[in-house]
């Protein structure tokens, strides 16, 4: 099964220096991941502030600067992988560097018909 695994944190809780860190402790966990057949993608998102949210009310799109809501911790990130059963997701998550300053969401994918094939 494949599970999202969303990285939520304040954007001011670390430092550039820990940022580039986590990026290659980050870089480190996708390619054991990826050595053991459960790689699927990962990335860091820019920052918050680059966020645009787009709805659709009465047929017409509205367009705002910034996330959907206002939180204390924004996404920053997402590892994507392939897992046994929701305990090994787990066990992968509390690897994702992020788990010591923020959270991590896991969520199992619904895979559904008729999507292109990467």
Do not use: W
């Amino acid at each position: 099964m494949k599970y999202m695994m969303l990285i939520y944190g304040a954007e001011d809780a670390i430092t550039q220096t820990e940022r580039e860190e986590c990026y290659g402790e980050s870089a480190q966990l996708a390619q054991r991941l990826q050595a053991k057949g459960q790689y699927i993608a990962a990335n860091p998102l820019h920052s918050v502030t680059t966020a645009t949210s787009v709805r659709v009310r009465d047929g017409k799109r509205l367009v705002t600067d910034g996330p959907f809501a206002e939180t204390r911790e924004q996404l920053g990130g997402y590892f994507l992988i392939d897992a046994g059963d929701l305990d090994e997701a787990l066990a992968v998550a509390e690897q994702i560097p992020m788990a010591k300053k923020g959270t991590i969401e896991v969520r199992p994918i619904v895979e559904i018909s008729g999507l292109p094939e990467k």
